[in-house]
Nanobody
Framework: QVQLVESGGGLVQAGGSLRLSCAAS????????MAWFRQAPGNEREFVAG????????YYSDSVKGRFTISRDNAKNTMYLQMNSLKPEDTAVYYC????????????????????WGQGTQVTVSS
């Protein structure tokens, strides 16, 4: 059974930084795509950043490109999201997700493509 547990959320001022962690267990994630999504009140859950576990290639939404960095630590089975230059519009619950399909050139960005989800961690950016 795959388990994803997020941590690292909190309250930060605009312009500040936070690092989120997602501890993954239950499988070997070498052939998984992992991602961060976020959901603000009244909005749909949206893609933030993704990483192909083997090889480590990354991809981002336009809204966070250049400010956020996704990474993973193979030895710890943990994924990270370093968030810099935070803005009030980044306020949301951030979710970790895993997709067990691993085809060539596959970079999923929609909620329905992901099989497993964490419980979420709140990020609040004050102006």
């Amino acid at each position: 059974q795959v388990q994803l547990v997020e941590s690292g959320g909190g309250l930060v001022q605009a312009g500040g930084s936070l690092r989120l962690s997602c501890a993954a267990s239950g499988r070997t994630f070498r052939r998984y795509v992992m991602a961060w999504f976020r959901q603000a009140p009244g909005n749909e859950r949206e893609f933030v950043a993704g990483i192909r576990w083997s090889g480590g290639s990354t991809y981002y939404s336009d809204s966070v490109k250049g400010r956020f960095t996704i990474s993973r630590d193979n030895a710890k089975n943990t994924m990270y999201l370093q968030m810099n230059s935070l803005k009030p519009e980044d306020t949301a619950v951030y979710y970790c997700a895993a997709d067990s399909y691993y085809g060539g050139g596959y970079y999923p960005r929609t909620v329905s493509e992901y099989d497993y989800w964490g419980q979420g961690t709140q990020v609040t950016v004050s102006s």
